[in-house]
């Protein structure tokens, strides 16, 4: 029977641990501290995967590594280069594909849908960072010494997401309590709902015609900011939502050091962003849930 390993036990290393074992596949879960849900086919180890010879260790024999693991955000330029580089030589010593879980920080700001093929342009720190690390796995990949592939992301959706909109508007929209958004609230938007990021992920460590490419999550909607939290009020009966837009320099004056870091990323929200997953939808099969499914599923989620 093969086996996967998958760092980071945040909702998406949950959500792809799950997937993988619930499909009957062995899935080595490593955390610092050995957390992550119970399951009979998940085997929770406790590891450092900046560690290169400790996750080489636990990676032999392994049909993929997929990475769902991530510093806290504003520790990102210190502590994402070694864990990549822990990655991708436990990823070269034992032959296992590399997963990574990406996001649309590298292409910089884009007029128009992201495709997977737009050159990385990067104007922030963490938008070079990313685009950095994935060339670093493509040039492995290149070279023959490891078979890479990076699944991107937009702004996570659903129970538990890890997103600014999760962190700030969804509470707010579900207490009926107003709340600030930096950003063009009637834009288009493209949202990356947890179950489908696991679901690409998956697809890309089975899938032959996945290495060495970028591979955009489908997405559950691309409705605006506004409209998103008008159908999550609808949903769970709350409301009509108070939302308003803010400057993102007014987040990083609320003393907060995460929200700090969002102003550099300002470019994602002031505009239309769209993913084109044509290519994910075709090659990997991979389909979006519905969106009305995800806001179910958040409304159940925040219920006693």
Known sequence: MSFH???????????????LAGSGERVR?????????????????????TDADALTELAEGALSLVNCAAPPYHRWLTEFPPLAAGLLTAAERTGAGYVMLGNVY???????????????APTSRKGALRAALWTEALVAHRAG??????????????????SLFGFTVVPAVLAGEPVGYPADLDAPHSWSHLGDVAATLVA?????????RAWHVPSTSEASAREVARRLAAAAGAPEPALTAVAPAELAQLGDEILAEVEEMAYLYDRPLRLDSTRTEEVLGVTATPFEAVLDEIVRGARP
Not at 106 to 120: I, K, Q, R, S
């Open 106 to 120: 590298g292409y910089g700001p884009v007029d128009g849908p992201l495709t997977e093929d737009l050159p990385a």
């Open 204 to 212: 890309a460590a089975r899938s032959g015609a996945s290495w060495g």
């Open 145 to 162: 010494r490891a078979r890479v592939t990076e699944v991107r992301a937009s702004d996570f959706l659903g129970r538990g997401a890890t």
């Open 5 to 19: 390993v998958v760092t980071g036990a945040g909702p998406t290393g949950t959500a792809t641990a799950l997937l």
């Open 29 to 49: 879960l490593v955390t610092r501290r050995g957390t992550g849900p119970e399951h009979p086919g998940i085997e929770r180890i406790a590891a450092d995967a």
